[in-house]
């Protein structure tokens, strides 16, 4: 059988296409398993894979001259996979984060209705801005940018990038109210945000683009397409994508999911080229790397040692050597402390099963590990361990009843089923009931404001750990979480967000949910009020 490196050879020699086709037939399940463990969706799983081997198509020319010869190219991938999943999530947390601050700056005001008004004349208000406010606004409610990354652009502090922006949403304001169209500055910016940058149709970036990435190879023009072809394999079989909507309900979000395809395919093809060696840069990120999957492994090393399985553990104990060389003793120790922590939220959560719930028979060894990240020191830090363990699994199950859902309702003439019990044919695998009896099929309206345009929804019953737990919500086109304590004190927190909002010009720098006080004048407000300062000190680990 042809080697590895020869068929890299092969490939960035002699164009030959059969020989990438042969690499990726032999690596694929090997970077997608390793992609899917850290990153946890099968959708964002496929996106990494798909990156790793157009940054190896990229990459091959070089790889085979590299100086002693061509590396093992599994260990490159492995490697390369494990550096573009770590830049995955941070990718997708950054992208939450800005949805937050988004949803907090709501200030209720903004309908549908209000865009169709001010969407035809936008761009002639925009033009209206002299080149610095325009800019401003661009880079603050088209491309979601911080405040401070709106300084830094424009070259100016984040204070004066506020009042840059304040000023030009002002402007924009007084333009459309010149129009005969009445909308408030904080709801303007909202409504910007949301709907002034829409997705591209699907497939466009990825043909603008596939070319382009490729052409980095130098190989021919037939070897470029055909290798965007086979670059393309994975996402033209995917069978069911996730889409979502946004759910704007207090402090919660309710996740867009229907544009996953298009914006998977975007970030993958415009992932930049970073090569293994020479870039000093990376090194503490690598090291980082090794300290994790030293982790990994001796939380595996201390499992296999129970199953007496000699042979496994004679190889663990082979690649625990090898992340030694890069890993000092304290790193060592601090794997052993790691797995210690995991031992101990399992002995808590046996002592507290009022924690638990049925969704736990599909939770993972890395899905512990990845809870049991942190200290677990107080009674907030288990309790948030668990909250972390409950979002995992009732997002597993949220994928499955969303496929599920789509199957029924395409047998079904488009008919919602009218009860749960009627998915279990269409699982892949049955979900056992005590799961199904945590979930209910309710009218979209039962929670407030998520907006998703569907009559019906599927949605957990109630919260075990109401601060700390988000509330899964699934419909026919996407699923996503919104936050339990947010739709139970949304009515009374609403009012005051708005009076803080109008009171502050849409200027939430700065703003925490104690400043909501002065404007509650009922008991239930201020103990809703209590509720969520509550919720940030748990959150946050105060």
Known sequence: MTSDSDLLGQYARKNLQDAFTEIVRRHVDLVY????????????????????????????GKLSNAAGGS?????????????????????????QLREQIAVEMNNMNATANDWMQIAPLLDDAMTALDETDRAAVLLRYFENKSLHEVGATLGTSDDAAQKRVSRAVEKLREFFSKQKITIGASGLAVLISTNAV??????????????????????STSTVVATTKIIAMTTLQKSIIGVAFIA???????????????????????????LLAGQI???????????????????ENAQLKSDSNENELLKLRSEVTQLHKGASDPTADAAKNWLTRVN??????????????????????????????????????????????????????????????????Q???????????????????????????????????????????????????????????????????????????????GDAVNPLRK????????????????????????????????????????????
């Open 499 to 542: 009076a803080y909002g109008e009171a502050h010009g849409g200027n939430w720098t700065g703003f925490n949910n104690s400043n909501l006080l002065e404007y509650a004048t009922r008991p239930e407000q201020k103990a809703a009020i209590q509720k969520l300062i509550e919720q940030q000190q748990l959150r946050s680990g105060q």
């Open 198 to 219: 829409q997705s591209a149709p699907i497939g466009l970036a990825a043909t603008i683009s596939a070319a382009a990435i490729l052409t980095g190879t130098a190989v």
């Open 33 to 60: 398993s390793a992609a899917l463990r850290q990153v946890r969706s099968p959708q964002l799983a496929e996106e990494v894979t798909q990156s790793v081997f157009t940054d190896l198509a990229r990459s091959a």
């Open 411 to 489: 047998a079904n003439g488009g008919q919602f089923p009218s009860d749960l019990s009627q998915l279990q044919l269409y699982f892949d695998s049955p979900l056992d009931d005590a799961i199904l009896q945590r979930w209910e099929i309710v009218p979209a309206k039962t929670i407030p404001n998520i907006g998703v345009g569907e009559p019906n929804i599927i949605t957990e019953k109630s919260a075990v750990d109401d601060l700390l737990d988000t509330r899964m919500v699934i419909g026919a086109r996407g699923y996503g979480n919104t936050d339990f304590l947010g739709t139970e004190i």
């Open 344 to 409: 101990q939220l399992k002995e808590w959560a046996e002592q507290n099963p009022a924690a638990e719930i049925p969704e736990f028979k599909l939770l993972t060894k890395q899905d512990w590990l990845n809870a049991a990240r942190s200290d677990l020191n107080t009674d907030a830090d288990y309790r948030r361990a668990m909250s972390s363990l409950r979002d995992t699994t009732e997002n597993k199950v949220a994928s499955m009843m969303h496929s599920a859902l789509g199957k029924y309702i």
């Open 71 to 95: 590396p093992v190219l599994t260990a490159w991938l492995y490697v390369v996979t494990r550096r573009t999943a770590i830049d995955a999530v941070r990718t997708e947390s950054r992208r």
């Open 248 to 274: 704007a309900v207090g402090t919660g979000i309710f996740e867009a999911h229907q544009n996953a395809k298009s914006q998977n395919q975007n970030r993958t093809l415009q992932k930049q080229s970073v």
């Open 281 to 299: 840069q990376q090194l503490q990120r690598e090291r980082d790397d090794a300290t994790n999957q030293l982790a990994g492994s001796l939380a």
